[in-house]
């Protein structure tokens, strides 16, 4: 199988193709998802809530993040694979490019960073040093405390402006691909619009260049509150090969996700 890459999923965006991404963890998982030909797998720092037990993703550290990261990049058949950097991993400069380069010499083809504009010079110079990175913006659980829980962002016009600046700003200093996650439908779709980079969603409409769900929402083990975003697509199919399978084949038809996944303004 051939194995996607960053030119790949550009591609992807400009042909309109939808991308399919999922969270795994370990290996059995990463073969799983990859070889039911999902694009991109994410080795999540939700490793922290789905994994560890943890009630948010504050707890996990970078060891936790090189370990899985590892685990993930031994079981991948030809998915790209994106890796979190944890909550404070890229407080500095020189933290956010020892962690970054860290993930990648674990196996991480691209890494993922929670935050705003204020990251735009950790993104050029990450990319100016090989690194490519995705943004993720919108509702970013490494910051739960500081937004009071896990609520939909950008509701209002001056919380959607900063997302949609934001986007700009972190695409202008080189960021590859942005994530926004939990955000209205229809700001999800500007900002996909107007960004030349691939967009991925998660409770962000279906308008987005593609989608991403946790491993374990998709195949209804979550012992949680199921989010609005997430569907349990074993509930529908006998294994949870067949399972992973219908999320991939839903996302590229469109039919994932439908209005009920999503937040309105
Ligand atoms: O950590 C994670 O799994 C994520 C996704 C939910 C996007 O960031």
Not at 127 to 145: D, E, K, N
């Amino acid at each position: 199988m051939t194995k996607t890459t960053l030119h790949s999923l550009l591609d992807m965006k400009r042909s309109g193709e939808k991308i399919a991404c999922l969270t795994a963890y370990d290996a059995t998982q990463s073969h799983l998802v990859s070889s039911q030909k999902a694009d991109i797998i994410l080795v999540g720092d939700s490793v922290g809530m789905v994994v560890q037990g943890h009630e948010s993703t504050v707890p996990v550290t970078m060891e936790d993040m090189l370990y899985h990261t590892r685990c993930v990049a031994r079981g991948n058949t030809c998915s790209l694979v994106m890796a979190d950097l944890p909550f404070m991993a890229c407080a500095t400069l020189d933290q956010a490019y020892r962690n970054a380069a860290a993930l990648m010499q674990a196996g991480a083809d691209m890494v993922k960073i929670e935050g705003g504009s204020w990251l735009c010079e950790t993104v050029s110079g990450l990319a100016a040093r090989g690194i490519p990175t995705c943004l993720h913006l919108g509702l970013t659980p490494q910051s739960v405390s500081m937004l009071g829980g896990y609520k939909v962002q950008g509701k209002d016009p001056e919380a959607a402006r900063k997302i949609s600046e934001d986007a700009h700003r972190l695409e202008a200093a080189g960021a590859d691909m942005l994530l926004l996650e939990c955000v209205p439908t229809a700001l999800a779709r500007d900002v996909s619009c107007a960004a030349t980079v691939p967009v991925i969603g998660i409770g962000a409409g279906a308008d987005t260049d593609g989608q991403i769900l946790v491993f374990y929402d998709v195949l209804g083990m979550t012992p949680r509150r199921v989010p609005r975003f997430a569907k349990n697509f074993m509930s529908e199919e006998s294994t949870p090969a067949a399972a992973v399978s219908r999320f991939v084949a839903d996302v590229k038809s469109g039919l994932f996700p439908a209005s009920e996944h999503s937040f309105g303004a």
